[in-house]
């Protein structure tokens, strides 16, 4: 994986004004530069052009997408990125939903056109890691991928393969920006070193 696809989909909403997924972004390219990999970016919320989107889609190896956790889930603008940007993308992306007329009922998925690309997902999040993986918590155990199922399935949808997720936990009531910081490096660095 050469080519590195960087997603900021923070926003400035409310009290939140972005500042760690941009020190996570900035952090994820400056490591992954180190690592001798080509890096393009997006900041979301500074707007986008959907048709160059696409294009850094089809360049890159690998998409990292950088998000807070609001209200469960991402923010809408990852929402209405990937609405707009899968949608242009069209049969550039996707063949169909992978169906045949023959036997309609199977197969729903599986026409995805960027199968030699991964994605990887860097969320944060106040919920304690806890929160996700112990039992009585109010994740029941699903665990973060749990949670991003649907995101997953989006991805896997345009033919895109999984790669660890990383998780920054209780950032407001605890927040360890320094132990973040370092424990994204590492992740990195095992994933695309």
């Known amino acids: 994986m050469q080519k590195i696809l960087l997603i900021n989909?923070?926003?400035?909403?409310?009290?939140?004004?972005?500042?760690?997924n941009q020190t996570l972004h900035d952090i994820a390219k400056k490591t992954l530069v180190s690592l001798g990999k080509e890096v393009r970016e997006c900041?979301?919320?500074?707007?986008?052009?959907?048709?160059?989107?696409?294009?850094?889609?089809?360049?890159?190896?690998?998409?990292?997408?950088?998000m807070p956790a609001w209200w469960m889930g991402e923010p809408w603008i990852v929402k209405k990125y990937i609405d707009e940007v899968f949608t242009e993308g069209g049969g550039r992306f996707l063949t169909s939903d992978g169906r045949h007329r023959t036997d309609p009922a199977h197969g729903y998925g599986t026409g995805g056109l960027l199968k030699d690309?991964?994605?990887m997902f860097?969320?944060?999040?106040?919920?304690?890691?806890?929160?996700?993986?112990?039992?009585?918590?109010?994740?029941?155990?699903?665990?973060?991928?749990?949670?991003?199922?649907?995101?997953?399935?989006?991805?896997?949808?345009?033919?895109?393969?999984?790669?660890?997720?990383?998780?920054?936990?209780?950032?407001?009531?605890?927040?360890k920006v320094d132990e973040f910081i370092s424990g994204y490096e590492s992740h990195l660095k095992k994933v695309f070193g």
């Open 43 to 66: 900041q979301i919320d500074k707007g986008y052009v959907p048709s160059e989107q696409v294009e850094n889609f089809l360049w890159a190896d690998a998409v990292i997408w950088q």
């Open 122 to 175: 860097s969320v944060t999040w106040n919920a304690p890691i806890e929160a996700f993986t112990e039992k009585g918590e109010f994740f029941e155990e699903h665990g973060v991928d749990g949670v991003y199922y649907h995101l997953h399935k989006a991805m896997q949808f345009v033919g895109m393969k999984g790669l660890p997720t990383y998780i920054c936990n209780d950032v407001i009531k605890n927040p």
């Open 9 to 20: 989909g923070g926003k400035v909403f409310g009290s939140s004004k972005g500042q760690l």
């Open 117 to 119: 690309k991964s994605y």
